[in-house]
């Protein structure tokens, strides 16, 4: 499966046929050398390519637009689109995205150690009805980090 097809494929149901991946963290890192990095830290612990992978700034600029193009009523009134802003933004600038799924507790608390190896721009949690900020909970975090929505 390619990338775009890949990101278009999760969980675009939950909330207006915007992406909204329900039970992953998706963490925004200026470096993609950084983001496969720790893709391969994940893998290496057991992870497999639908539990960890790396979105270029490419195809999340070119998927998050068409989702802003093609959302429903359902999408405006939550906070996707806004999300999706601000991965707009990000990808502009040239973040990688690393995608992992943590559905507990305890993955979350996993997956925020190693991304906090690394300086990290964006940080959230997608739960089922909510999206967590995480960047507050990160050291790496870069003095430029972008929190979830737009101000």
Partial sequence: MTEAAHVRDMGRALEGGVFYPAGYIVAGLQSQADAERLC??????????????????????????????????????????????????????????????????????????????????????YHRLTIEDLIQYLESAQNDAKTARAS
Avoid: K, N
Avoid at 47 to 63: A, G
Avoid at 107 to 120: F, I, K
């Fill in 40 to 125: 391969s830290v994940f893998r290496q612990a057991g992870y497999d390519e639908q539990d960890c992978w790396v979105v270029s700034p490419h195809t999340m600029l070119s998927t998050a637009e068409t989702d802003m193009e093609s959302s429903s009523v359902i999408a405006i009134l939550g906070s996707s689109l806004q999300v999706r802003r601000r991965q707009i933004e990000l990808a502009e600038e040239g973040c990688s995205f690393l995608l992992v799924y943590a559905p507990s507790e305890a993955e979350r608390t996993r997956v925020l150690r190693v991304l906090s190896q690394v300086p990290v721009r964006y940080a959230i949690h």
